[in-house]
């Protein structure tokens, strides 16, 4: 059973270019959540969505950033017009159903880096 | 609505106890425990539901005071491989789950 994939690992943009980061959950989860880490800091929620519906985006910046579940493939997160501050680890994790109950599982991260 | 984590780092020796906390301003419903190596994915440790429970496994376990709305990580006899940044997640009353900034710990030989 895989786990949650992330890709690309690592990916490198310039000022202005836009960044795609994808994540297919674990067969079977329906809850996928996205995080941002800064090197040295915590997790910083950004955005929780199921399938087809974003639940809570109130860690998401209000301009460039936007994210989807679709009912078919992997969630994606994108950026656009990259800054250099939007350089950073961006974390998937996928759960089953409830937070409450369930644990998140964690993709291997996106590693972008903007030039 | 993030919670707060204390202490920020703390260095020990093989063999050492610790305890990491985790506070929030916000009525709870869940935490969440997670273990994070330099470098690597956040590896889950444990879930706490409301209701005053405790859970460990091995000599790692966890406390969750829903009136204080607050929870610890206990860390018995410390191993090298304990080693990482723990983080604690919250989730209150509306499904919202917030991490902390983490813990590092550091368990030298």
Same mark, same amino acid.
């Given at each position: 059973?895989?786990?949650?994939?992330?890709?690309?690992?690592?990916?490198?943009?310039?000022?202005?270019?836009?960044?795609?980061?994808?994540?297919?959950?674990?067969? $079977?989860?329906?809850?996928? /959540?996205?995080?941002?880490?800064?090197?040295?800091?915590?997790?910083? #929620?950004?955005? /929780?969505?199921?399938?087809?519906?974003?639940?809570?985006?109130?860690?998401?910046?209000?301009?460039?950033?936007?994210?989807?579940?679709?009912?078919?493939?992997?969630?994606?997160?994108?950026?656009?017009?990259?800054?250099? $501050?939007?350089?950073?680890?961006? #974390?998937?994790?996928?759960?089953? $159903?409830?937070?409450?109950?369930?644990?998140? #599982? #964690? $993709?291997?991260?996106?590693?972008?880096?903007?030039? | 609505?993030?919670?707060?984590?204390?202490?920020?780092?703390?260095?020990?020796?093989?063999?050492?106890?610790? +305890?990491? &906390?985790?506070?929030? *301003?916000?009525?709870?419903?869940?935490?969440?425990?997670?273990?994070?190596?330099?470098?690597?994915?956040? +590896?889950?440790?444990?879930?706490?539901?409301?209701?005053?429970?405790?859970?460990?496994?091995?000599?790692? *376990?966890?406390?969750? &005071?829903?009136?204080?709305?607050?929870?610890?990580?206990?860390?018995?006899?410390?191993?090298?491989?304990? *080693?990482?940044?723990?983080?604690?997640?919250?989730?209150? &009353?509306?499904?919202?789950?917030?991490?902390?900034?983490?813990?590092?710990?550091? +368990?030298?030989?």
């Amino acid at each position: 059973n895989a786990g949650v994939m992330q890709n690309p690992r690592h990916l490198v943009r310039r000022r202005g270019q836009e960044a795609r980061l994808r994540c297919s959950p674990m067969k $079977g989860h329906s809850h996928v /959540y996205w995080y941002r880490q800064l090197p040295e800091e915590g997790l910083k #929620f950004m955005v /929780y969505l199921q399938k087809e519906n974003i639940i809570d985006e109130s860690g998401m910046p209000k301009e460039r950033f936007s994210a989807e579940f679709p009912k078919e493939g992997p969630s994606i997160l994108r950026i656009q017009q990259v800054v250099r $501050g939007d350089s950073a680890a961006y #974390f998937c994790a996928s759960s089953r $159903g409830d937070p409450a109950y369930n644990e998140q #599982f #964690f $993709g291997p991260g996106t590693r972008l880096t903007v030039l | 609505q993030q919670p707060v984590q204390s202490p920020q780092a703390v260095i020990l020796r093989e063999g050492e106890d610790a +305890v990491i &906390n985790c506070s929030s *301003s916000k009525a709870l419903y869940s935490v969440h425990w997670y273990r994070q190596k330099h470098g690597e994915a956040p +590896v889950f440790l444990m879930i706490l539901l409301k209701g005053g429970e405790q859970k460990g496994h091995d000599k790692i *376990s966890a406390s969750f &005071n829903e009136k204080k709305q607050q929870s610890s990580l206990y860390l018995t006899a410390s191993q090298l491989s304990y *080693s990482g940044t723990y983080f604690c997640g919250t989730e209150d &009353n509306n499904n919202d789950m917030r991490f902390g900034a983490g813990t590092r710990l550091t +368990v030298k030989p």
